[in-house]
């Protein structure tokens, strides 16, 4: 099929006061739902289901979005189960079971480039079963502008392989040679995180020379999905304190 027959499922452009609720999505060829340019939104309890090996099938789609409340959601796809990408703030996102898929991500951002800003996160009461991530802000080397002000709270994991993320080095490409700019990461909090992780990396704060700040992780608990495997956390660049967390974040800077 070309790529031009393979188009996302259900856009929403410009749009004030969108309420979209109990709709069920199976298999879009694409993204299933893309919300861009919208003030004042409800998007709730829906079901969107994909196979976990097909490809760009994001759940939602999220940018250039202000106020938006999300909630009750079930999504099982091969992609993110939610991005929130560049021009966005105060996106809410609350009871959304994910799994299989990519998890919940902010991002990417700065792509070429760009300069691109998400700020006013928070996902609250959420489930990872089984995905690739958990909850993951990615950035590109070379771009510009910030994610800020975003809370992940009370989040259950299961055998998930990547739960909580930092990538300033995003690149599917390959690898990235650091460069001197970058979108800022800052004042991000993960607190009530209980459940497995399915690689040995827990946690993972990767930074560029821009650096991540205000980095807060409490009351997280993550352990092996494997009995009697230990999982651990890695930083570079990251600075901000840890507490009450297991693995111990002992890498993060002041
Ligand atoms: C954030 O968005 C919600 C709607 O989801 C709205 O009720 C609230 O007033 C907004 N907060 C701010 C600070 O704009």
Same mark, same amino acid.
Request: hydrophobic content about 30%.
């Given at each position: 099929m070309t790529r031009e027959l393979c188009s996302q499922a259900l856009a929403f452009l410009q749009c004030v006061n969108l309420v979209l609720s109990g709709l069920k999505h199976v298999? /879009? !060829?694409?993204?299933h739902i893309s919300i861009s340019g919208c003030d004042n939104g409800i998007v709730s309890n829906l079901q969107i289901t994909a196979p976990e090996? /097909? !490809?760009?099938?994001?759940g939602i789609d999220i940018s250039h979005t202000n106020n938006l409340d999300i909630h009750d959601l079930d999504i099982q796809t091969g992609d993110d189960c939610i991005a929130i990408n560049g021009g966005s703030s105060n996106i809410s996102i609350t009871r959304v079971s994910c799994g299989?898929?990519?998890?919940?991500?902010?991002?990417?951002?700065?792509?070429?480039g760009a300069y691109e800003t998400v700020e006013q996160v928070q996902v609250r009461d959420c489930t990872f079963s089984?995905?690739?991530?958990?909850v993951r802000i990615k950035t590109w080397q070379g771009g510009s502008g910030y994610a800020k002000n975003i809370i992940f709270d009370q989040i259950k994991l299961d055998?998930?392989?990547?739960p909580i993320i930092i990538d300033q080095f995003y690149n599917p490409g390959g690898a990235q040679p650091n460069e001197a700019s970058g979108v800022v990461v800052s004042d991000v909090t993960f607190t009530g995180f209980r459940g497995s992780s399915?690689?040995?990396?827990?946690?993972k704060l990767s930074c560029s020379s821009v650096g991540c700040s205000d980095i807060t992780l409490d009351n997280v608990q993550i352990t092996s999905s494997e009995p009697g495997d230990t999982v651990t956390a890695s930083c570079e660049n990251a600075h901000g304190s840890a507490t009450l967390t297991t693995p111990p974040v002992r890498c993060l800077g002041s």
């Amino acid at each position: 099929m070309t790529r031009e027959l393979c188009s996302q499922a259900l856009a929403f452009l410009q749009c004030v006061n969108l309420v979209l609720s109990g709709l069920k999505h199976v298999n /879009s !060829p694409r993204n299933h739902i893309s919300i861009s340019g919208c003030d004042n939104g409800i998007v709730s309890n829906l079901q969107i289901t994909a196979p976990e090996s /097909s !490809p760009n099938t994001d759940g939602i789609d999220i940018s250039h979005t202000n106020n938006l409340d999300i909630h009750d959601l079930d999504i099982q796809t091969g992609d993110d189960c939610i991005a929130i990408n560049g021009g966005s703030s105060n996106i809410s996102i609350t009871r959304v079971s994910c799994g299989p898929g990519h998890g919940i991500s902010i991002g990417s951002l700065g792509k070429n480039g760009a300069y691109e800003t998400v700020e006013q996160v928070q996902v609250r009461d959420c489930t990872f079963s089984g995905t690739t991530n958990g909850v993951r802000i990615k950035t590109w080397q070379g771009g510009s502008g910030y994610a800020k002000n975003i809370i992940f709270d009370q989040i259950k994991l299961d055998a998930v392989s990547n739960p909580i993320i930092i990538d300033q080095f995003y690149n599917p490409g390959g690898a990235q040679p650091n460069e001197a700019s970058g979108v800022v990461v800052s004042d991000v909090t993960f607190t009530g995180f209980r459940g497995s992780s399915a690689s040995d990396q827990a946690i993972k704060l990767s930074c560029s020379s821009v650096g991540c700040s205000d980095i807060t992780l409490d009351n997280v608990q993550i352990t092996s999905s494997e009995p009697g495997d230990t999982v651990t956390a890695s930083c570079e660049n990251a600075h901000g304190s840890a507490t009450l967390t297991t693995p111990p974040v002992r890498c993060l800077g002041s």
